[in-house]
């Protein structure tokens, strides 16, 4: 099976800054990545999908990035709506351990 | 709008089976692929399996195989999955999650469903 590692595991930020979050997978997987956000007693939100493209409806502050076996969630400037544990997925279902993203 | 409506928390002892229902509105129930993934306490998602809701296809985490089983009925527009031989680490939050065939991300998913596994 292959792996999924996000780091870090919780990020402390503050509204306005720039946040990058890393998803390694343990063997190359093209661009076959998904990330999705999730808020405390929700379902997960899908927010990016084949590794760089923007689900329909998600802000623009997002952006994804990468191939192969690194990727990056970048949130350009911190919203408060924005504070969440992000996961990322690989094409085989399995998913990273989370970031959390929480208040600095 | 699309919906995935799950049925409501259950409490089971160990060694039972529970079944959890997913019903789907708002687009066409045989375009798509519908999963199952759960998220125990703290932990992180965990997918299941997933069935083709056209064609009834199947596939199974190996986690999971022989102990799930995940149907459809297209009249009722509606995904199930049961899980059998319940124990406590069983206990988590069940998600089902609606995939474009071929697809391998989720872009609707249900409320979740509380599974609690408690003697």
């Known amino acids: 099976d292959i792996q999924m590692t996000q780091s870090p595991s919780t990020l402390s930020a503050s509204v306005g800054d720039r946040v990058t979050i890393t998803c390694r997978a343990s063997?190359?997987?093209?661009?076959?990545l998904a990330w999705y956000q999730q808020k405390p007693g929700k379902a997960p939100k899908l927010l990016i999908y084949?590794?760089?493209s923007l689900e329909s409806g998600v802000p623009s502050r997002f952006s994804g990035s990468g191939s192969g076996t690194e990727f990056t969630l970048t949130i350009s400037s911190l919203q408060p709506d924005d504070f969440a544990t992000y996961y990322c997925?690989?094409?085989?279902?399995?998913f990273g351990g989370g970031t959390k993203v929480e208040i600095k | 709008q699309v919906q995935l409506v799950q049925s409501g928390a259950e409490v089971k002892k160990p060694g039972a089976s529970v079944k959890v229902s997913c019903k789907a509105s708002?687009?066409?129930?045989?375009?798509?692929?519908m999963h199952w993934v759960r998220q125990a306490p703290g932990q992180r998602l965990e997918w299941m399996g997933w069935?083709?809701?056209?064609?009834?296809?199947?596939k199974y985490s190996q986690k999971f195989q022989g102990r799930v089983t995940i149907t459809r009925d297209t009249s009722a527009i509606t995904a199930y999955m049961e899980l059998s031989s319940l124990r406590s680490e069983d206990t988590a939050v069940y998600y089902c999650?609606?995939?474009?065939?071929?697809?391998?991300?989720?872009?609707?998913w249900g409320q979740g469903t509380l599974v609690t596994v408690s003697s």
């Open positions: 999650a609606r995939s474009l065939l071929g697809e391998p991300w989720y872009d609707y």
């Open positions: 997925q690989q094409f085989n279902s399995y």
């Open positions: 708002g687009y066409t129930f045989s375009s798509y692929t």
């Open positions: 063997q190359g997987i093209d661009n076959w």
């Open positions: 084949k590794a760089s």
């Open positions: 069935i083709k809701a056209g064609d009834g296809d199947t």
